[in-house]
């Protein structure tokens, strides 16, 4: 099925031209996944709340790179961001933050934070921390964002540094280490709100993430909850897959988009929950 088709008269609710651009991307109920007939990396998979551990399970076996959930909030919304990210990536990353709040890119609900440096990570959180007073609403799900935001730049500045030959640079390095991008190389973390939801999203110029090793790594940590609880305890392997759990557990949407050898997008999506102040 084409994503018009399955959005049927609900595309009277969006631009015809961004319909128009998508309207042939496949999409499939998560149970079509069993028959194993799709390429599941260019389809977008509709679930029915569909458990976390099942969804890497077949992260990792059958290859599936977009799931959306079906009952969720912004299930339409969720569905054209999926497909945009699938058909035009290059496009998404060039504006990702505009894209994922639908937000006009104003200077009081949009910062970008460049860093290249552990020893940024004081003044990105308190950049942040400013951001995230301007409203009020924020204050619900500021705690999140915060460690959001820290998870994601410790995840750029150990895990996505190589040198030429694609060797990590810092992979095996403490998490307390001070470490330097080489050379001009800059990351950064992008924060936007609209009246609807908080997006974090971070990119480092490197693009060095190892899909088949990160979707193993998540179906193991969310499968096998024992071993993450052990790891976390005695601070092992939290750059390759607990933080990304972290991340996960405390958003609404998650994605990664990765230009190979270029750069990577990480981006969550949280909610403001009905105790927010107007």
């Known amino acids: 099925m084409k994503l018009l088709d399955r959005i049927g008269i609900a595309a009277n609710q969006i631009d015809k031209r961004l319909i128009n651009l998508l309207k042939d991307v496949a999409v499939i109920d998560f149970d079509e996944c069993y028959t194993g007939e799709k390429d599941l990396r260019k389809t977008i998979v509709v679930g029915e709340e569909t458990q976390l551990p099942m969804i890497f399970r077949f992260v990792e076996e059958a290859g599936l790179s977009f799931l959306v959930q079906k009952k969720h909030e912004y299930f339409l919304y969720n569905l054209i961001m999926s497909a945009m990210i699938c058909k035009y990536p290059d496009v998404f990353l060039k504006s990702p933050i505009t894209v994922i709040t639908r937000n006009a890119n104003s200077i009081d609900r949009t910062i970008t934070i460049p860093f290249n440096s552990t020893a940024d990570k004081n003044r990105i959180m308190f950049e942040c921390d400013e951001f995230i007073n ?145």
């Not at 993430?209 to 609880?229: E, G, I, S, T, Y």
């Not at 939290?238 to 990577?264: A, H, P």
């Open 134 to 278: 301007q409203n009020s609403k924020n204050s619900s799900i500021k705690q999140n964002l915060k460690v959001i935001v820290s998870e994601m730049f410790s995840n750029a500045m150990y895990s996505a540094p190589t040198d030429d030959s694609g060797n990590y640079l810092y992979a095996t390095h403490p998490r307390n280490a001070e470490v330097v991008y080489p050379g001009d190389a800059k990351g950064e973390i992008l924060l936007s709100f609209n009246n609807e939801i908080f997006a974090v999203a971070c990119k480092d110029p490197y693009g060095s993430v190892n899909k088949v090793r990160v979707q193993k790594r998540l179906h193991q940590v969310f499968h096998d909850n024992k071993l993450a609880a052990v790891e976390h305890r005695n601070n092992e392997n939290l750059g390759s897959g607990l933080g990304l759990k972290m991340i996960i557990e405390n958003s609404i949407g998650f994605g990664m988009v990765v230009r190979g050898g270029f750069e990577t997008l990480v981006y969550a999506c949280l909610l403001y929950t009905s105790d927010a102040a107007d």
